[in-house]
């Protein structure tokens, strides 16, 4: 019959467990807002934990930096300082010259360094650039509504657009509605140019650029992929779509993993400066070695305080934009690309419900401890993972949903069996405490059938002893002790406090009037006899340190001791004389001076009270006398209550 309840508990658990699998699936399936900016933090994360790989040393920036415009002058340049630094470049032998600036404006110029007059400074950088492996960069605009119809000469991209069934309007790029171009002559004398936009997500950390957009129907390339393309070459480039947010850009021999826009995920090589830099100022005056420029795609740009653009990254706060054009180029050079699975949305669903199976199966079969070890080694594999997986293959697989399924797995099933625990501790509760009252009931009625009147005193000191209990949970000497629970249980133990008179012979016990001193030895004895009665129950039953019973035995035996050292049956004095037995002196005194006639007539209840008052400090202590004063008038009460309903009882005839 038990096994049923069991197999209960561990249905209940095991499906409160699948519930959060389950949620965190749907969530993955159908990605929020939120859920995906949770996962762009996780996979910061992860990159910051994985290896970064090293820049192929194919490119190279220069740099106009703050100690070149305090050598050649503040910026822009004159045309012809820039014609310089370009031949200088080309004259190194540098593969691709990159220009990560935009000449927007004529030159504000007439005269060359030297103090010559220069006539048409733009004409003479256009021939400079016509001459050179220049890519010139320009900017996207994106202004809804606005379209810019600038005269503005741009190098479209050749892109093949592989459509699906039904797909004729998948545009995957980003549309713009105008430029920031170069002057005419520039872009005309240029033979490749590219577009420098590299918009940080709604979080503001840059961790994807485009490399396709599109302005007016036609495509165009970024400055990046622009520069490589005048490398590498690349033919017939083509845009085919996998899934809705995944597709691969051809370009030759090389496919490039991107997203639904065309963005791709940078690879970064590092913190900033990862890639080499040198000074403009230093490749004007030719001190910079050949073999730092040959053969290399230079990004020309400006990190200067007050020129630079900065932005921020998963790996660095101020990096700045002519690098993160560094890192698209090296990227595509490596070929070393970050990207996630085509099928990742599938294979993200599938680590939810395998680690959440996996710890509800663990928790329900095991228990929590294992449970909890389970979840941490199932975290440190996701985690440790993706890292290991993003540093060796390049491939991102997000542990956010498999961490949420098998945290949120865990805590639920906690949460259930903690439940169930709880409930079983209630009832396990609420059955001692019937078990508790049955077994003071069952004392009493035993008492009863010795004597009737010793079991209405027992009854009413159950009241008693709550009434005089309750103002000391506030005292000082008492609060640490008397507790709400075990106020309560000294109230239900009260009765017991002359369970040993049930030992002791009709002839003493039934008396009336006074007592002989061998008599009275004998009444003394139900103290210890009570607690004989206790113990033998502990002993037979195998209890051992059960603080119930210690309370009740604390009652039976000493509440006929005195605070003057002068009761019995040892004799304690003061303080040694447990607080149960403090109270129920008291409480007996009262009730047998007022309201029993066995032994003696009784007396008013303000004699008894003056009678308990004179005995503070000798045989009660002074606290609990305190206590019992302020409590007196309820005491008259019960006793009136208890006195009143006995009287209305009718005789039981033998």
């Keep these: 019959m038990p096994t049923r309840p069991v197999a209960s508990r561990r249905r209940f658990i095991l499906l409160c467990g699948l519930v959060p699998v389950l949620v965190t699936a749907t969530l993955t399936i159908n990605r929020s807002p939120l859920f995906s900016r949770l996962d762009d933090a996780v996979y910061d994360h992860v990159v910051r934990s994985a290896d970064a790989r090293k820049p192929s040393g194919q490119v190279t920036i220069v740099d106009v930096d703050d100690r070149s415009l305090a050598t050649v002058g503040q910026w822009p340049w004159r045309r012809d300082v820039m014609g310089r630094l370009i031949t200088s470049l080309r004259d190194a032998g540098a593969a691709v010259i990159a220009m990560d600036v935009i000449f927007a404006e004529s030159d504000r110029y007439q005269t060359a360094a030297d103090g010559t007059v220069v006539a048409g400074p733009d004409e003479q950088l256009a021939a400079v650039v016509h001459e050179s492996p220049v890519v010139l960069g320009y900017g996207l605009t994106f202004d809804a509504g606005r379209t810019s119809r600038l005269p503005c000469t741009l190098h479209p991209l050749a892109l093949a657009i592989a459509q699906r069934g039904g797909e004729e309007t998948f545009r995957p790029f980003f549309q713009a509605t105008g430029t920031v171009c170069n002057l005419p002559v520039l872009g005309q004398a240029a033979k490749r140019s590219g577009f420098l936009n590299a918009a940080p997500d709604a979080d503001g950390i840059l961790r994807r650029i485009p490399l396709v957009a599109e302005i007016d129907g036609r495509t165009y390339p970024s400055l990046a992929l622009s520069a490589v393309t005048a490398v590498k070459g690349g033919a017939s480039p083509s845009l085919a779509r996998s899934t809705v947010n995944a597709a691969t850009l051809t370009i030759g021999d090389v496919s490039v993993p991107v997203d639904g826009q065309s963005n791709l995920l940078l690879g970064f090589r590092g913190k900033k400066r990862t890639f080499p830099y040198l000074s403009a100022v230093d490749v004007l005056n030719h001190t910079v070695e050949r073999e730092a420029i040959a053969g290399k795609i230079v990004l020309v740009g400006t990190t200067a305080l007050g020129t630079r653009e900065v932005v921020a990254t998963p790996l660095d706060t101020q990096f700045v934009g002519v690098e993160v054009q560094a890192t698209t180029v090296d990227n595509l050079l490596q070929q070393d690309f970050v990207h996630r699975w085509a099928f990742a949305p599938a294979l993200d669903v599938a680590l939810v419900l395998a680690g959440g199976a996996a710890v509800v199966l663990l928790c329900a079969a095991s228990g929590v401890t294992a449970g909890i070890i389970g979840t941490g080694a199932l975290l440190v594999t996701f985690w440790w993972g993706?890292?290991?997986?993003?540093?060796?293959?390049?491939?991102?697989?997000?542990?956010?949903?498999?961490?949420?399924?098998?945290?949120?797995?865990?805590?639920?099933?906690?949460l259930a069996r903690f439940t169930l625990e709880r409930s079983r501790a209630t009832r396990a509760d609420a059955d001692k405490t019937t078990a508790q009252g049955l077994m003071i009931q069952t004392l009493l009625a035993l008492t009863e059938t010795r004597d009737a009147e010793t079991g209405r005193h027992s009854r009413r000191t159950q009241q008693y002893a709550r009434l005089l209990a309750e103002p000391l949970t506030t005292h000082p000497a008492f609060r640490d002790y008397l507790t709400k629970e075990r106020v309560e249980l000294l109230s239900r133990l009260a009765p017991i406090h002359d369970i040993g008179k049930v030992g002791i012979p009709d002839?003493?016990?039934?008396?009336?009037?006074?007592?002989?001193?061998?008599?009275?030895?004998?009444?003394?004895?139900?103290?210890e006899l009570g607690r004989d009665v206790i113990v033998r129950a502990e002993s037979r039953v195998g209890v051992r340190d059960d603080a119930t019973l210690q309370l009740a035995k604390d009652i039976v035996y000493t509440h006929h001791e005195r605070w003057d050292g002068k009761g019995y049956p040892q004799g304690l004095s003061g303080t040694n004389i447990p607080i149960p037995g403090r109270i129920m002196a008291v409480v007996d005194v009262y009730d047998a001076v007022f309201a029993r006639s066995l032994y003696c007539a009784t007396s008013s209840h303000d004699e008894t009270v003056k009678l308990i008052e004179r005995g503070r400090g000798t045989h009660f202590d002074p606290d609990v006398v305190d206590a019992f004063l302020r409590v007196s008038a309820a005491f008259a009460e019960v006793s009136a209550q208890t006195l009143d309903e006995a009287a209305q009882q009718p005789p039981v005839h033998p």
């Design 386 to 414: 993706a890292a290991w997986v993003l540093s060796s293959q390049r491939v991102f697989i997000s542990p956010l949903a498999p961490t949420f399924s098998v945290i949120g797995a865990l805590a639920v099933m906690t």
């Design 507 to 527: 002839r003493v016990l039934n008396k009336p009037g006074k007592l002989t001193d061998e008599e009275m030895a004998e009444m003394r004895r139900h103290p």
